[in-house]
T-cell receptor, first 115, second 118 residues
Framework: DAGVIQSPRHEVTEMGQEVTLRCKPISGHDYLFWYRQTMMRGLELLIYFNNNVPIDDSGMPEDRFSAKMPNASFSTLKIQPSEPRDSAVYFC?????????????FGQGTRLTVV | AQTVTQSQPEMSVQEAETVTLSCTYDTSESDYYLFWYKQPPSRQMILVIRQEAYKQQNATENRFSVNFQKAAKSFSLKISDSQLGDAAMYFCAYRSAVVWGSQGNLIFGKGTKLSVKP
């Protein structure tokens, strides 16, 4: 397996524009997580899915953020409209919840810059 | 709610020496998993080592070992024979062993930036 694949790796957009981040988890993993990393706040969980169903979205900052997982192999995180304070690295991670003692695998992240 | 604290924002070690990174956590659960992840400048999050709370034996992976003190809720990482490639951010993380509700996720500390001097 190629691991967790995120796209794009870098995104620069203007304030007010819509941004869509994409993630392909590892095949067979039933959990998918979206994290945001900033210098000030570190790694924060935004939302996670189990079997394509959102389980906990309490970390989503506000209504401008939305996430979907239409099938087991694809998820999106959308920001609309984007603001400069959304600038961060966004990570997607997947995990096989059937094997409790294993780790979550991370994608390489998307560095988002909103100008 | 569980929390993870890394009290050392930055650490430095001489090449070939040993360094210990600290991590403490707070939880009321008795069963859980602890992890150390490494994040080099490439941004990739790489698992270094994991520990199951029900195991008393400290985990070891080559030059990396942990000192797990369950009663003290402490989980430090020791890197022996430090190499230049060990320079990175290191994150301590907690995950509940009870995967219901909002307990399937990893809770991270703020990280420790490790520099290795040649």
């Amino acid at each position: 397996d190629a691991g967790v694949i995120q796209s794009p790796r870098h995104e620069v957009t203007e304030m007010g524009q819509e941004v869509t981040l994409r993630c392909k988890p590892i095949s067979g993993h039933d959990y998918l997580f979206w994290y945001r990393q900033t210098m000030m706040r570190g790694l924060e969980l935004l939302i996670y899915f189990n079997n394509n169903v959102p389980i906990d979205d309490s970390g989503m900052p506000e209504d401008r953020f939305s996430a979907k997982m239409p099938n087991a192999s694809f998820s999106t995180l959308k920001i609309q409209p984007s603001e400069p304070r959304d600038s961060a690295v966004y990570f997607c991670a997947s995990w096989n919840g059937q094997t409790m003692n294993t780790e979550a695998f991370f994608g390489q992240g998307t560095r988002l810059t909103v100008v | 709610a569980q929390t993870v604290t890394q009290s050392q924002p930055e650490m430095s070690v001489q090449e070939a020496e040993t360094v210990t990174l600290s991590c403490t956590y707070d939880t009321s659960e008795s069963d859980y998993y602890l992890f150390w992840y490494k994040q080099p400048p490439s941004r990739q999050m790489i698992l270094v080592i994991r520990q199951e709370a029900y195991k008393q034996q400290n985990a070891t992976e080559n030059r990396f070992s942990v000192n797990f003190q369950k009663a003290a809720k402490s989980f430090s990482l020791k890197i022996s024979d430090s190499q230049l490639g060990d320079a990175a951010m290191y994150f301590c993380a907690y995950r509940s062993a009870v995967v219901w509700g909002s307990q399937g996720n990893l809770i991270f500390g703020k990280g420790t930036k490790l520099s290795v001097k040649p």
